[in-house]
């Protein structure tokens, strides 16, 4: 979410550096001179930590140690963190384990993980490729350069306001389903009835299209970052947002061929909509539910039924997992102190 504020901040900052800037030259080279300091943190840990749980799923126990250290003069709720991770630190090190890496490659071999960055990846596409769509029937409304540049990043700072809102007090899948079955509806009826539809009707249909679409791509790539392991966590949210740019890329490429193929850009992107609606059921749930780190975690995630969630755990399986084994360390433990309890052990597990 910060993310996607921050991203509305820098687009509504754009046209104020391009009026100081003057010449388009100058303010490329404002921009990439931005960019440019931003990856000369990564030749800084000082300035750009890396993650402390992700070098704990990879094993990586002495860079584990030095960015803890780093980060102990930090109080509150996050000293509380540290404390917990140090923990862990501590109990991995006594095993003395080897850092143990993975690639994205390894995500192809998955199942659900696999099915996870796909759906959701495809919803991305969706969500950036059909904006043009909409914001076509806007123009002709908007008035001229600036203000229309601005009236456009509105409805965008709706969709952010509107999932910071919703998606922790209704759950992820079901405000990504909500907002993607709106997109579709929208969608149709401009497909369809434009022509027979009022100009008022048209033109909040269109506005409705922006807000949905835009909170599907940011729900999206927010989605899959708490759905994708921690090990793997960076490739695959690079392949989402990897779609998020392709689908981006269909609005100038529309915009250059003016109104020949438009009818077939919509009716493409209006059923991949319609397909999106059916693919988001098979997500998993993950408001209220820790993040997994293996692999074998994100294998073992469940799809919960979408009005009625359980208390603790998720209800239907997504797909059996294949080539990757069980991980049943966690069950055990608890069969152990159900047993101490004098409740009898829950039965053995049963596979997939």
């Known amino acids: 979410m910060i993310a996607g504020f921050s991203w509305l901040a820098g687009e509504l900052l754009l046209p104020g550096l391009a009026v100081l800037c003057r010449d388009w030259r100058v303010l490329q080279g404002a921009v990439t001179a931005v960019l440019a300091l931003l990856a000369a943190c990564w030749w800084c840990p000082a300035l750009l930590l890396e993650s402390p749980r992700w070098l704990l799923a990879t094993q990586q126990l002495d860079r584990a140690r030095r960015t803890l250290r780093a980060l102990a003069g930090s109080g509150g709720r996050e000293a509380e963190e540290q404390s917990s991770t140090t923990a862990e630190l501590e109990a991995l090190a006594e095993r003395c384990p080897q850092p143990h890496y993975h690639t994205v490659c390894e995500i192809f071999g998955t199942r659900v993980i696999w099915k996870n960055a796909v759906i959701l990846g495809f919803t991305a596409f969706i969500g ?3 904006r043009h769509c909409f ?3 806007l123009a002709p409304h908007l008035p ?8 456009l990043r509105g409805p965008e700072a709706a969709a952010c306001l509107f999932l910071c809102v919703t998606a922790e007090r209704c759950g992820r899948r079901a405000v990504l389903l909500l907002c993607t079955v709106l997109t579709g509806t929208a969608s149709l009826l401009l497909l369809a009835l434009t022509q027979y539809l009022l100009e008022l009707i048209v033109l909040m249909l269109s506005v409705l299209g922006v807000t949905a679409s835009h909170a599907v791509t940011m729900l999206s790539i927010f989605f899959a970052s708490e759905v994708l392991p921690t090990v793997v966590r960076g490739a695959g949210l690079g392949l989402v947002v990897g779609a998020n740019l392709v689908g981006s890329a269909a609005a100038p490429i529309a915009a250059v061929a003016s109104s020949r193929g438009f009818f077939l850009h919509h009716l493409v992107f209006a059923s991949f909509a319609i397909l999106a ?5 098979l997500l998993p749930e993950s408001q209220g539910r820790r993040l997994p780190h293996s692999l074998q975690e994100g294998e073992s995630q469940r799809r919960p039924p979408l009005f009625r969630r359980p208390p603790r755990e998720d209800h239907l399986p997504l797909l059996a997992p294949r080539g990757i084994p069980h991980d049943y360390s966690r069950i055990v433990p608890s069969a152990q102190r159900a047993l101490g309890s004098g409740r009898g052990p829950a039965g053995p597990p049963s596979e997939t």
């Open 128 to 130: 950036s490729g059909i």
């Open 277 to 281: 609606v059916l693919s988001i059921m």
């Open 135 to 137: 914001t076509r029937n």
């Open 144 to 151: 001229r350069f600036l203000p229309a540049y601005f009236a």
